[in-house]
């Protein structure tokens, strides 16, 4: 336990962790009274196809940092520029930054389609990942039209 307490008190670097997340553009928004922290980046190619990340359990938002930048600019890492997304990356209700309210698949799908209805996405796809999968699963069924 010294050792450990140690790390965090004298060599762990916050302010590192700190300008990787910033690196996002963040966001807040209050769907059916339930704050839900997100990550919005915006695609560059010609016509970036939206897509909404969820996470699992335990886990957060920062689970797709490194794929974020890979799928907004894929040119940039050897891909097509027509092969962009808009990437939105909710914190899951109970996780992170996003109110802790819990929630269940359908439940999360539901604040899902709002949020990305309220960016103005009539049309996305979404992938998910453990508990993610769920919520993912639940998207497709409720909102196929989206």
Avoid: C
């Avoid at 490194?66 to 600019?73: A, E, Q, V, Y």
């Amino acid at each position: 336990m010294k050792e450990l307490t140690d790390y965090w008190q004298h060599r762990y670097d916050w302010r590192a962790r700190e300008a990787e997340l910033n690196m996002f553009a963040q966001f807040k928004a209050e769907i059916d009274r339930i704050g839900i922290h997100f990550i919005h980046e915006r695609g560059r190619g010609p016509n970036p196809m939206p897509v909404i990340l969820t996470h699992g359990w335990p886990d957060s938002f920062y689970r797709f940092h490194k794929i974020i930048p890979m799928l907004t600019d894929p040119e940039k890492y050897g891909g097509k520029a027509g092969d962009s997304f808009h990437v939105v990356v909710p914190s899951l209700p109970g996780f992170g930054f996003s109110g802790h309210q819990a929630l269940s698949a359908d439940g999360v799908a539901d604040l899902w389609a709002k949020l990305m209805a309220g960016l103005s996405y009539k049309t996305y796809t979404a992938v998910g990942g453990d508990l993610g999968s769920g919520v993912t699963k639940s998207l497709a069924a409720h909102y196929p039209e989206a």
